[in-house]
């Protein structure tokens, strides 16, 4: 069975199970408005918004708590939803992380964290993002995402599918 909540450990960032204990400090990661500027959700950042987004994401048992392996304090967030056992796969979302983070080696780290742990489980892991969100699906292909067509998200929006499968993923050294 899938482990939804693993702890993982990189050299930048550590990963674990969120908890309701976190909403402090991720609302102060969430409250910077260009965090969501291109996001389907932009007003994310109000602290009402991002209060149901995070009850949603504890109530999902797959979300988790990112936090700097340097000093411990939470960047951010994601999560893994939708495995799919006869079809071997699970989605990657929900994800965020602080600008101070931004740049792509704290996100390539994450994903790849991610990525290494759900191959050990499905043959393919996919993305959801939404058509204007032109920086997270540049962050999808720059970590192995191909376009795989559209489909509707969770709430009903039209999102693009990016896949990685297993056998294509170039897996970093350890």
Known sequence: MFDFQPTLAGELVQVRPLQAADFDGLYSVAADPLLWEQHPQPDRHQRDVFGRFFLDALSSGGALAVADAVDGRLIGSSRFH????????????????????????????????????????????????????????????????????TRLDGSGSLSLVYRIESRDWPQPAA
């Open 82 to 149: 939708g495995y799919d056992e006869a079809r071997s796969e699970i989605e990657i979302g929900w994800s965020f992380l602080a600008r101070s983070h931004w740049g792509g080696a704290y996100n390539r780290e994450l994903k790849h964290l991610m990525l290494r742990h759900a191959f050990a489980y499905v043959d393919t892991v996919v993305f959801l993002v939404g058509p204007s969100n032109l920086r997270s699906q540049r962050a999808v292909q720059k970590i192995g995402g191909v376009p795989a067509g």
